[in-house]
C-alpha cells in the first residue's frame, strides 16, 4: 500500500511538482470547463473562428498569464501567503468565468461571493490543489461529450439540400424596380387574426394597407416555426426539414444562409442589385457571420462575443431613411424587426395564456405603428417600388408558451396560431401577376417574385412543397413531423 501510494505521488510530482508548470496547467483547468461548457450550450452562436480565437484569450491564455505572473510577483512581495496564489486564482478563475458563461453584466454581490469562496478553498484546499485540478479535467471531458457531437455535425454538415432543381440562380430579370421584404416578427395573418385564439379587430391597420396599394394574401403559412429556421428556407427556396436540428429555434449554418450567401442575393447581384439588410437588433449576426450584403446598419464591432441580450433596439425607420442610395442600381432592402413576436418562450416566465394573448395584442399595435411608418417613408420617397411585408410565423397565441411546440397538439387553431404568416405585396403600378395565386408559403415567396420579374413561368415547375413542419420530442413523439400539408390542411405525418 505504501508502495502504491509512493507511486502515485510520484506521478503527481511529475505533473504539478515544478512551481511554473502547476500554474500553467491549473490556469489551462480554469478555464478549460467554462469554455466547453459555453460552446456546448450555445454552438450556433459561437461557431465562428473569431469566437475561438476569443475564447482561448479569455479563458485560457488570460488566467495563464495572470496566474504565472501572480505566482512570480507574489512571492516576493508576500512569500508568507505564496502557497496559497495559485489555488486562490484556480478556484476564482474556475468559478468567474462559469458566471461569466450563465450570468450578463458584473453583478458584484456574486463576484464578491467568488472571491469569498476562493479564500477558503486556498486556505483549506491548497494541498489538494491537485485533486481539484484533476476534477476541472474530468469536468472537460464531460462537456466534451456534449460538445463533440455538436462539432461532428457541423464538419460533416452536408449541404446537397441547398442544391436548387434548375438553373434559376442565372435568371435575367427584365425588371428591375427596387425591392423592400419588411419582416415583422410573429405577424399572424389577417385571416387568423379575426378568429380562433386571436379574435382581435385589426380593421384600422387592414384598411391602412389596403389604401396603400397593398394586396393581402389570406391563410398564407411560413413552413417552419421561429425566425432562423423560417427563412433559412425562404432565402435557400428549398425545403431544409429542420437539417438535423434538434431545438425548432435553431439549426446548423442557418445565420450564414440568411446573411452571407443564398441563392436570392446571387440572382439580385447577378442582376445588379445593391443588397441592405436593417434590423433592429444584431441576432441574425450573433454568430458573426461574414456579411454577404452591401450595407448593414449593424457594425460587428457591436457583438459582444458572449451572448448578453441583442443590445439596444435601433430605429428601424431611421435606419432605412439613412440608407437609402444615391446610387442607379436598383436597390434589395431586407428589413427585420422583432414585433409583434411571440409569447413567452418557457414556463418559467409565462404569465398565462390569457395574459400572454393580451401582451401579443400591444405589441401588435406597437408593429403597426412600425409597418405604417415604413410603408409611408417607401411610398412617399419610392412609389414605384416592389414592397413585401411577410411575417416569419405566427404568434403561438392560445399556448402557455411557445416550447409547449414540442409537445404534439390535435388543436387546429393552435397549429394556425404557430405557423399563420401575414403576406402583404404592394406591385409596381398594382399588376400583380396571375399566378400570385401559387403564394402559399414563404418557402416560395422569391420563385414566385423572380418568375413574375424576369418573364420565365417556367420558374414556377419547381415550387416547393407548401408544407409546415415542427419539431417533437414528447414521450410518445420523437422527430420532424408535418403539421400542414400542402393545402393547408392540419396533419401529422412523422418524417423519416
Known amino acids: 500500500m505504501a508502495q502504491k501510494n509512493q507511486q502515485k505521488q510520484s506521478i503527481a510530482s511529475k505533473l504539478f511538482g515544478s512551481t511554473k508548470i502547476r500554474a500553467w496547467i491549473a490556469a489551462i483547468e480554469a478555464g478549460l470547463y467554462p469554455m466547453i461548457f459555453y460552446f456546448s450550450a450555445n454552438f450556433p452562436l459561437?461557431?465562428?473562428?473569431?469566437?475561438?480565437g476569443y475564447f482561448l484569450a479569455m479563458f485560457i491564455f488570460m488566467p495563464v498569464i495572470v496566474m504565472v505572473l501572480a505566482k512570480l510577483l507574489g512571492g516576493l512581495v508576500i512569500p508568507k501567503w505564496k502557497h496559497l496564489i495559485v489555488p486562490f486564482l484556480n478556484v476564482f478563475f474556475f468559478l468567474f468565468l462559469l458566471k461569466v458563461c450563465l450570468y450578463a453584466g458584473?453583478?458584484?454581490?456574486m463576484i464578491l461571493v467568488i472571491i469569498m469562496i476562493a479564500g477558503l478553498a486556498a486556505f483549506f484546499l491548497h494541498k489538494h490543489l491537485s485533486k481539484l485540478v484533476v476534477l476541472q479535467f474530468l469536468?472537460?471531458?464531460?462537456g466534451m461529450t456534449s460538445l463533440i457531437p455538436q462539432i461532428v455535425n457541423e464538419v460533416n454538415y452536408n449541404d446537397s439540400w441547398t442544391q436548387l432543381p434548375d438553373a434559376i440562380e442565372e435568371v435575367t430579370l427584365k425588371t428591375t424596380p427596387n425591392i423592400y421584404v419588411i419582416q415583422p416578427d410573429g405577424y399572424v395573418n389577417f385571416s387568423e387574426l379575426s378568429r380562433g385564439y386571436y379574435a382581435i379587430d385589426n380593421s384600422k391597420f387592414e384598411s391602412f394597407v389596403a389604401d396603400a396599394g397593398f394586396k393581402h394574401y389570406p391563410n398564407f403559412t411560413s413552413n417552419y416555426a421561429s425566425t432562423l429556421t423560417s427563412n433559412s428556407a425562404t432565402f435557400m427556396m428549398k425545403h431544409h426539414y429542420y437539417n438535423g436540428a434538434k431545438n425548432f429555434s435553431e439549426g446548423i449554418r442557418m445565420r450564414d444562409q440568411i446573411v452571407t450567401n443564398n441563392p436570392v442575393l446571387d440572382i439580385l447581384k447577378n442582376n445588379e442589385y445593391e443588397t441592405t439588410?436593417?434590423?433592429?437588433?444584431?441576432?441574425?449576426?450573433?454568430?458573426?457571420?461574414?456579411?454577404?450584403?452591401?450595407?448593414?446598419?449593424?457594425?460587428?464591432?457591436?457583438?459582444?462575443?458572449?451572448?448578453?441580450g441583442l443590445g439596444d433596439s435601433k430605429d428601424i425607420v431611421d435606419a432605412l431613411k439613412s440608407n437609402f442610395s444615391v446610387s442607379r442600381k436598383p436597390q434589395f432592402f431586407f428589413l427585420e424587426f422583432l414585433?409583434?413576436?411571440?409569447?413567452?418562450?418557457?414556463?418559467?416566465?409565462?404569465?398565462?395564456?390569457d395574459e400572454e394573448r393580451t401582451i401579443w395584442e400591444e405589441k401588435l399595435q406597437i408593429a403597426n405603428e412600425k409597418l405604417e411608418a415604413l410603408i409611408t417613408t417607401i411610398n412617399k420617397r419610392d412609389p414605384n417600388a416592389l414592397v413585401v411585408i411577410m411575417a416569419d410565423h405566427g404568434g403561438f397565441v392560445g399556448m402557455e408558451y411557445t416550447e409547449q411546440i414540442y409537445s404534439r397538439t390535435t388543436d387546429k387553431d393552435i397549429v394556425k396560431s404557430i405557423f399563420s404568416s401575414n403576406l402583404l405585396i404592394k406591385w409596381p403600378n398594382n399588376e400583380a401577376p396571375a399566378f400570385?395565386?401559387?403564394?402559399?408559403?414563404?418557402?416560395?415567396?422569391?420563385?414566385?417574385?423572380?418568375?413574375?420579374?424576369?418573364?420565365?413561368?417556367?420558374?414556377?415547375?419547381?415550387?416547393?412543397?407548401?408544407?409546415?413542419?415542427?419539431?417533437?420530442?414528447?414521450?410518445?413523439?420523437?422527430g420532424v413531423y408535418k403539421y400542414l400539408d400542402n393545402e393547408g390542411r392540419v396533419v401529422f405525418e412523422r418524417l423519416d
Open 46 to 52: 459561437v461557431n465562428s473562428w473569431a469566437h475561438v
Open 106 to 109: 458584473v453583478q458584484k454581490k
Open 139 to 142: 469536468l472537460a471531458i464531460l
Open 277 to 308: 439588410i436593417l434590423t433592429e437588433n444584431y441576432y441574425l449576426m450573433l454568430n458573426r457571420p461574414e456579411l454577404g450584403y452591401d450595407n448593414s446598419n449593424v457594425d460587428y464591432k457591436e457583438i459582444p462575443f458572449i451572448g448578453t
Open 339 to 353: 414585433m409583434p413576436a411571440h409569447i413567452a418562450g418557457r414556463a418559467a416566465v409565462t404569465k398565462g395564456k
Open 436 to 478: 400570385d395565386t401559387l403564394l402559399k408559403s414563404s418557402v416560395n415567396l422569391f420563385r414566385v417574385l423572380f418568375a413574375h420579374l424576369s418573364g420565365d413561368n417556367a420558374l414556377l415547375n419547381n415550387l416547393e412543397d407548401n408544407s409546415s413542419y415542427v419539431i417533437l420530442k414528447d414521450t410518445k413523439n420523437n
